[in-house]
């Protein structure tokens, strides 16, 4: 490997590098004095790029230092109600402008239909385990296993989407397209997260 091949590949490291500390510092704002250890990500080739596929894993790791954040926290501290309200509205706004900015389209392509509707059905599950959480005791033992089991469900979901769906999907879109969809996406996030609310809702099992 040259000289020049490693200069290549550092310069196309650093958007992604910049990228990903940028949204951990979003998440950071919410509570400062609380750590934020998001450790190792899944590869993507996303990360870092100007468009919807890049938009969306900077929300994902964004998402990913405020679970660990909440971690960090104890009981009912006004930190994990701060940190566990704005993974809410973060989650839902993410979820209901996603849908409308890239999975309205792929839905249309045969090829692509069974990817989107996967990723909408887990929408609509992790939105559910926010729902159950809210409405039990920050302070009780079972909160906290509660919440490490939406961890693991919204970091295995992420990591499909990364690896797997938006793959799926960037093939048969066009330049155009993805960049036309991070545009879509911005303005409806910010108008699905001034409306989220936090629903407290008893998840019963089937």
């Known amino acids: 490997m040259t000289?020049?091949?490693?200069?290549r590949d550092t310069a196309k490291r650093k958007p992604a590098a910049k990228a990903k500390v940028g949204?951990?510092?979003?998440?950071?704002?919410?509570?400062?004095?609380?750590?934020?250890?998001?450790?190792?990500?899944?590869?993507?080739?996303?990360?870092?790029?100007?468009d919807i596929f890049?938009?969306?894993?900077?929300?994902?790791?964004r998402h990913r230092a405020l679970l660990a954040m909440i971690e960090e926290t104890e009981g009912k501290s006004p930190n994990r109600q701060t940190l566990f309200k704005e993974l809410v509205k973060e989650l839902k706004a993410h979820?209901?402008?996603?849908?409308?900015?890239?999975?309205?389209?792929?839905?249309?392509?045969?090829?692509?239909t069974d990817f989107a509707r996967h990723a909408i059905a887990e929408h609509k599950e992790i939105d559910d385990m926010l729902g159950d959480l809210a409405a039990r005791d920050m302070a009780s033992p079972g909160w906290l296993r509660r919440f490490a089991a939406l961890k693991e469900e919204y970091l295995h979901h992420v990591g499909e989407e990364e690896?797997?769906?938006?793959?799926?999907?960037?093939?048969?879109?066009?330049?155009?397209?993805?960049?036309?969809m991070r545009r879509v996406f911005n303005r409806r996030k910010k108008e699905e997260k001034a409306v989220a609310k936090v629903e407290r809702k008893i998840k019963l099992k089937p």
């Open 3 to 7: 000289a020049r091949t490693i200069d």
């Open 163 to 180: 690896q797997e769906q938006f793959v799926a999907a960037e093939a048969h879109l066009s330049a155009t397209d993805v960049r036309y």
């Open 95 to 112: 979820a209901a402008a996603e849908e409308q900015a890239l999975w309205s389209s792929v839905l249309r392509d045969p090829e692509t």
């Open 54 to 61: 890049g938009r969306l894993v900077e929300d994902h790791d």
């Open 23 to 50: 949204a951990i510092a979003k998440a950071k704002a919410v509570a400062p004095g609380v750590a934020a250890r998001i450790g190792s990500t899944p590869k993507t080739k996303f990360r870092g790029d100007p």
